[in-house]
């Protein structure tokens, strides 16, 4: 209903045919918000306004309260005319601004002012800055909620995130005349008890409906705005909130679960979500014989195939009971449930045949099939990846102190289940099935479980490998990827990364940062590219992958929340050793604490400037290279006291950066703020004498390499 001030509840709902499940609920919320935004920025909404979105199957909708019926009128300001353009040589109102006021409809301003009001009108003169112009000042009427649904019902059609669209014949149209994702047969807006006339897919909005397919008694007519959702639920049976038919589906999953553990990945039930409009969830079984299939699998087929929801027991492992949520409610869900136990019966019976076919060979011999599985028509087959993988995996082991042998019998077998039945069918299953097949051909423990983990991490948050033979095979997974594809030229380029390689350099960091791992970056990429010896499709491109990597590491530390001068400080300098960043950005951290800290930032920046026109590049990190003074040509003062305060610190910080001490080596640099500032108080560096200018500069190169042992501190100076 509308309130005396015109506002109501305003209704928006298309109906459909079933629209594609994974991605209804980014639909349902791009379509509600999209008619939002639009009502919003036409002043339609009321500060107390409400929305909410709904998506079914077969529907998107958005009720949003206290919508007004007009929108209010607006006070607008139109720059016009320059104030010369506007008075002619004799200081009256111009020809031009007269013609321009009579265009607009209001000859009646023109005065020789250039200051005048009539109504709700006003012209008047303000500078913009630049220059005197006269401005129109007026009062727009608001407008329609028709127009406005309009237009924003429009552009919520336009801006859809759909995944395919559908050509077909609208109603009383011709064929294909008509493109949505799929075909849309009634419009339903309703502003309080009153039809807003719009239009859109070449339907006329109305206030009739479409229930439930099986459950509803047929066409629904809605009273008004507020009796939608209720009017719906109870007449058309359906739940028209994704939300709380989401939530229903997982009280029914708890209450049907009988103690055990609903596995509901959130992908899932979203999807199950999507199917169904009044969700009924019911329990089925299955033979206990197919839990000798290994429970991936198992999962996977119920998830996947059937749309079900597994359950495990306290022990993690799977039981033979699965859950199913249905969209009709009969009163005997008997035939339901046995329906259901039969198709996933021989869902269940063919996992048990991939599994058992697969396991008759053992992973070793599978080997060599993969000489026929093309991995990229410039970089060869899966088998030409094998080689280069095992060459680059014995590297990294061997810098990591991981066992070469076992990382080499790893990296042999770490693709081969892609040749299995199992994985042809489960994709995602690949690492995984290779490790059960090599458990049951008798492999290492450490062997089984790089396959696995080879592949890890796989996104976001993922695991990652947790001993030294999974890290080596991993890092060598990843580095054989980067260095090929670069090679090749296949770079990611703007949002575009075809095959992942910002994933493979962000595992690459995680696993060497996280897992603590010594492995100096630079040595790995040479080690990666030295393995396409061979390959004339691939150049050398280590200085690009080097510079991709950290860029990938600048962004992970970012996130880790450090500042971007704090990053800046350690990742400009092309570090080699990840491993060490943490440390020395909590350093960095604790350094920034100190009061001399900005003092001696400006000064790091300034040496770096006098060093860079002088000619003299600064080398980062390493023990710094030895004082070569002349000290006879040093004046006694400041600059004696510089040069013997970094001749006895250096030292200092650099057995405390030797043994990891990266916060102790900046903060002892704190005790030598008083000689830097009396040095740059009392001292001209650039002396007339060569000599003595050239002396003072290596001892600013000294002073430089001292302060950026740890990081860059000059990046810190604001």
Not at 254 to 261: V, Y
Request: charge should be negative.
């Amino acid at each position: 209903m509308s309130d005396s001030a015109g506002t109501a509840t305003l209704v928006v709902e298309l109906v459909t045919d079933e629209l594609p499940p994974k991605a209804l609920k980014a639909l349902g919320d791009a379509f509600a918000g999209a008619i939002e935004r639009g009502l919003a920025e036409r002043h339609f909404l009321e500060p107390a306004s409400a929305a909410a979105a709904y998506a079914t199957p077969r529907r998107l909708a958005i009720a949003i309260g206290a919508v007004r019926a007009v929108a209010p009128d607006e006070e607008i300001t139109e720059k016009l005319l320059p104030v010369k353009v506007a008075r002619d040589a004799s200081g009256a109102v111009s020809q031009a601004f007269a013609k321009k006021l009579a265009a607009m409809g209001r000859p009646h301003l023109a005065t020789a002012s250039l200051d005048a009001a009539s109504g709700s009108d006003r012209i008047f003169t303000q500078s913009d800055g630049k220059a005197d112009y006269v401005y129109l000042k007026s009062l727009a009427k608001g407008g329609s909620l028709q127009v406005a649904l309009q237009a924003a019902l429009e552009d919520a059609i336009e801006r859809l995130p759909i995944p395919k669209v559908m050509a077909y014949a609208g109603a009383g149209g011709y064929f294909n005349d008509v493109r949505f994702v799929r075909p849309a047969h009634r419009l339903v807006a309703l502003h309080g008890d009153a039809v807003v006339p719009i239009t859109a897919l070449g339907l006329d909005a109305g206030r009739t409906t479409l229930g439930h397919r099986f459950l509803s008694r047929g066409e629904i007519a809605i009273a008004s705005a507020d009796a939608w959702a209720p009017t719906l639920e109870a007449e058309g049976k359906v739940m028209p909130s994704f939300a709380a038919r989401r939530a229903a589906i997982v009280a029914g999953l708890d209450g049907s679960a009988n103690g055990a553990t609903v596995i509901a990945p959130e992908a899932l039930l979203d999807e199950v979500t999507a199917l169904v409009e009044m969700p009924q969830v019911y329990a089925g079984g299955f033979d206990a014989a197919f839990l000798d299939v290994p429970q991936e699998c198992l999962i996977l087929t119920m998830q996947q195939n059937q749309k079900y929801f597994a359950l495990a027991g306290d022990d993690g492992r799977l039981v033979n009971r699965f859950l199913v949520v249905a969209n009709i409610a009969p009163a005997d869900p008997a035939a339901i449930v046995e329906g259901n136990e039969r198709v996933l019966r021989a869902r269940l019976a063919d996992a048990k045949f991939f599994y058992d076919q697969d396991r008759r060979d053992p992973l070793a011999t599978r080997v060599g099939r993969l000489a026929s599985v093309v991995y990229h028509n410039r970089l060869g087959s899966q088998m030409d990846r094998v080689e280069r993988v095992r060459a680059i995996a014995a590297t990294v082991a061997r810098t990591i102190g991981a066992d070469a042998r076992l990382a080499d019998r790893a990296a042999l077998l770490a693709k081969a289940d892609l040749v299995t039945d199992m994985v042809g069918e489960f994709p995602e299953l690949q690492g995984t099935m290779g490790r059960y097949y090599a458990l049951a051909d008798g492999e290492a423990p450490e062997v089984a479980d790089a396959i696995a983990a080879h592949y890890a991490p796989r996104f976001a948050g993922d695991a990652l490998p947790a001993t030294g033979v999974a890290q080596a095979v991993a890092l060598a997974d990843k580095l054989e990827s980067l260095a090929g594809l670069f090679g090749i030229g296949q770079a990611p380029t703007g949002d575009k990364d075809p095959f992942g390689l910002r994933r493979a350099a962000l595992g690459i960091i995680r696993i060497v940062v996280e897992r603590e791992l010594a492995a100096p970056i630079g040595p790995l990429v040479d080690a990666a590219f030295a393995s396409f010896r061979g390959v004339p499709a691939v150049q050398d491109a280590s200085v690009d992958v080097l510079a991709f990597l950290n860029e990938r590491l600048r962004g992970y530390l970012r996130e880790q929340g450090y500042t971007a001068t704090q990053v800046a400080a350690v990742v400009d300098r092309m570090p080699g050793d990840y491993w060490l960043v943490p440390a020395q950005l909590a350093a960095i951290r604790a350094f920034e604490k100190l009061p001399e800290a900005p003092a001696l930032a400006a000064a790091n920046k300034r040496i770096a400037n006098i060093l860079r026109k002088s000619g003299i590049e600064l080398v980062y990190g390493g023990a710094v290279q030895p004082l070569a003074l002349n000290h006879s040509l040093l004046t006694p003062g400041a600059e004696k006291h510089l040069a013997g305060t970094f001749a006895e610190i250096a030292t200092d910080v650099d057995s405390r950066c030797r043994a990891g001490d990266w916060t102790g080596a900046l903060v002892a640099l704190a005790a030598t703020r008083p000689a830097v500032d009396a040095f740059f108080d009392d001292v001209m560096v650039m002396a007339d004498d060569p000599a003595v200018r050239a002396n003072r500069l290596e001892l600013l190169r000294f002073v430089a390499a001292t302060m950026n042992r740890v990081a860059d501190i000059g990046k810190l100076a604001q």
